[in-house]
């Protein structure tokens, strides 16, 4: 019986390596290079307030506000407004008591089929294309692409990147500047400061049924046994960013889809980034553009995926490159 068992101890290692071996293939094969930094010739424009194009500036020119908010929007005319409402009314007020205080707000509209860009060239004409700024992608690339095309298209010192949904209260936006200035000094004037919901998890978890909560440890413990350490919620859409890690981060991400979060992580761990975590105040908006199960599968995918293909070299972390 020992024999026995021995035996088929041995043939599932084997078997288990085998699959890991064919999975580290598939991986490297599949793995395309630096996904492309490349703009379609509309999408190297804007229309400002009085419907006039003019061309989008770059991440490599000097900052010339302190702050820059990218708005990642797919389909979100329902759920835009209240999220523009909140921000704008927040900045408009610290610039009133701060004049020295300026700031952009760059909408990227990934694609939509709705009145996204619509709803959001309102508040260009309200509060003028210095303000605000509509970014409209010829198409869909996804969140982590979207939010890269509002990055490259920044003039902050800082810049933010803000959920469409609002589901976190947009002063927090104060607490990651504390977190990301505690960090301070920055080694080549790069940090980072991340949202964190991992302080509502108990609630979280009291509210989701069992098989949701299995799903959101099993992703947990995929992030960090692959890709992320220390950070317990990667996936907060509210993240600040000095522009110099801006540049370096997001000029080495290759994920464009719902885990670029992870990778963005990665890659600032790889440079030795500093990164802080931060409790934020954050509520569940209907209207998410996840499906539970299948969302999560394809992000479980990705994270082995980036994984496998820094570790065979499919992927390799370069020096900040400049977009076409």
Known sequence: ???????????GVALAAAALILISIVAFITATKMSPLYRHEEEKFFFNAKGHR?????????????????????????????????????????QKQDPTFTYEVIVVDDGSRDQTSKVAFKYCEKYGSDKVRVIKLVKNRGKGGAVRMGVFSSR????????????????DVEKLEK???DLQPWPDQMAIACGSRAHLEKESIA?????RTLLMYGFHFLVWFLCVKG???????????????ASRTFSSLHIERWAFDVELLYIAQFFKIPI??????????????????????????????????????AWRLEQTRKMN
């Open 231 to 245: 950070i317990r919620d990667t996936q907060c859409g509210f993240k600040l960013l000095t522009r110099e890690a």
């Open 179 to 181: 977190g990301l200035n």
């Open 1 to 11: 019986m020992a024999p026995l068992l021995l035996q088929l101890a041995v043939l």
């Open 54 to 94: 003019e061309a989008l500036p770059s991440i490599w020119d000097s900052a010339t506000k302190q702050l820059s908010v990218v708005v990642p929007s797919y389909n979100e005319e329902k759920r835009l407004p209240v999220m523009m409402d909140e921000a704008l009314g927040y900045l408009e007020k610290r």
């Open 276 to 313: 802080a975590e931060i409790a934020v105040n954050w509520t569940e908006i209907e209207g998410s553009k996840l499906v539970p199960f299948w969302s999560w599968l394809q992000m479980g995918k990705d994270l082995l995926f980036i994984r496998l293909r820094y570790l065979t070299g």
């Open 156 to 171: 902050g010192k800082k810049i933010l990147m803000a959920d469409a949904d609002g589901a976190t209260k947009f002063p």
């Open 207 to 211: 509210q989701r049924s069992y098989f």
